[in-house]
């Protein structure tokens, strides 16, 4: 006797995922309006206070992403490993160890450009991927989902440089993250932020290369209107 819809392991695992498409939909939507209509209202001074107004979620929806990593483990995503906790990483240690820790970080312009980029990337993705799992698909949104990162990816991470580069001097004034070891050694973090800036561009390549042949392959299909002649 087959088992009805509702109950079908196929079933659940799209009505998950289509649920947690959605939530993170909706918050990078409600940051990406929030941001616009505070910069309509307040100017350039919106920028300033970018992550006071619109962090917490900010930081919500970066958490909860890291449940992709398991996603992909156990078989309910169809990614790569590697490459998305690349992608992940790269944010939660911005996110998290260089902007959250430092408030005079957080007053800076570049946080607000990041915060843009950040959810014009995920907005198109999570829509992609949440219409994806219904069995809806719109050749401009996958073409725009498999080509929108081309040229903000590297921005984004030109502006997590920038960001890690405006932090050294807070985070050499005040020794956040510095640690003594025993027998005299120490971890001074600053050198650890400045090896991560040179790994950060590394993972840039290995990932750009990464979404570039999915690009490939996912818009092998596509369709091309030919002109007739």
């Not at 014009?120 to 069995?135: A, E």
Request: aromatic share 18%; net charge neutral; with cysteine.
């Amino acid at each position: 006797m087959a088992l009805p819809a509702w109950l079908q392991p196929r079933y659940r695992k799209n009505t998950y995922l289509f649920i947690y498409y959605l939530i993170q939909f909706c918050g990078h939507s409600w940051i990406f309006t929030n941001m616009t209509v505070r910069f309509f209202s307040f100017g350039e001074d919106s920028m300033v206070d970018t992550f006071y107004a619109i962090g917490l979620v900010m930081r919500v929806c970066q958490s909860i992403s890291l449940l992709e990593l398991l996603h992909i483990c156990v078989g309910i995503e169809p990614n790569h490993l590697l490459p998305r906790f690349l992608q992940l990483t790269e944010r939660i240690i911005i996110l998290f160890v260089v902007i959250t820790s430092q408030e005079e970080v957080q007053e800076k312009y570049v946080v607000c450009v990041l915060f843009i980029f950040w959810n014009l990337l995920d907005m198109v993705r999570y829509t992609y991927s949440m219409l994806s799992v219904i069995g809806i698909s719109y050749a401009v949104l996958t073409w725009l989902s498999q080509t929108l990162w081309m040229p903000i990816y590297p921005l984004c991470v030109l502006a997590e440089a920038f960001a890690i580069y405006q932090s050294l001097p807070y985070f050499e004034s005040s020794g956040t993250y510095c640690t003594k070891l025993p027998f005299d050694l120490a971890i001074y973090f600053p050198y650890v932020l400045k090896m991560y800036l040179m790994m950060l561009f590394i993972g840039m390549y290995f990932t750009y290369s990464h979404l570039y042949s999915e690009r490939r392959d996912v818009l092998q299909g596509f369709p091309v209107k030919k002109k007739k002649v």
